[in-house]
């Protein structure tokens, strides 16, 4: 097991602190005035992780997941399918960025299990995998609610670009009652 230098962990979170200064671009397209940043979506998703009731599925690998599906942001920002870019341009500039993650960690045993953490989320072949997919897009409808109430906006893309992707029974259980919520608020 190889141990990170001190200097390698500090030029790491100064990496990560990009995640919170960096608006998620869904947000700043919209106008939304103070939008939530990455690490805000990512701290949420990771209460969301803990959250859930299932004892076929390993919370704490999806707490770490969630903590770091979008870590490669930090270096590239938040590129949405509205962007202009593919979606294999973006898995390449995100590789590319956990690249630069790993040998910032000197590719120690820590680095590894981020990047492999951020490999399985990106091939969503597991059920943790799949999971966090659902919490991903469960997060953004939550606060996509919670702006229309605050900013007075109707973000009708959000939720139609959501609409019938949910596959845990949890997650479907909550979608519900944000969908729920948001009718009585309207």
Same mark, same amino acid.
């Given at each position: 097991?190889?141990q990170t230098s001190a200097s ?15 608006k998620r671009t869904g947000w700043?397209?919209?106008?939304? /005035?103070?939008g939530e940043s990455i690490a805000?979506?990512?701290? /949420? ?136 919520? /948001?009718?009585?608020?309207?």
């Amino acid at each position: 097991m190889s141990q990170t230098s001190a200097s390698s962990i500090i030029e790491f979170l100064s990496i990560v602190e990009g995640l919170k200064r960096t608006k998620r671009t869904g947000w700043i397209n919209n106008g939304i /005035r103070g939008g939530e940043s990455i690490a805000d979506h990512m701290y /949420r998703m990771s209460i969301m992780a803990m959250l859930i009731d299932d004892p076929t599925i390993n919370r704490t690998h999806c707490i770490k997941m969630s903590i770091v599906h979008d870590i490669a942001e930090s270096l590239v920002g938040d590129i949405t399918p509205y962007d202009g870019i593919s979606k294999e341009e973006k898995y390449k500039l995100e590789k590319e960025g956990m690249k630069k993650i790993m040998d910032t960690l000197e590719n120690s045993t820590v680095a590894q299990e981020i990047e492999m953490l951020w490999l399985e989320y990106e091939e969503n072949k597991t059920n943790e995998a799949k999971l966090v997919h659902d919490l991903d897009k469960c997060e953004m409808i939550q606060q996509a609610m919670e702006y229309e109430l605050s900013e007075g906006k109707q973000l009708d893309s959000f939720f139609e670009s959501t609409k019938g992707i949910f596959s845990h029974p949890q997650v479907k259980e909550w979608v519900e009652e944000i969908y729920r919520r /948001r009718k009585r608020s309207n």
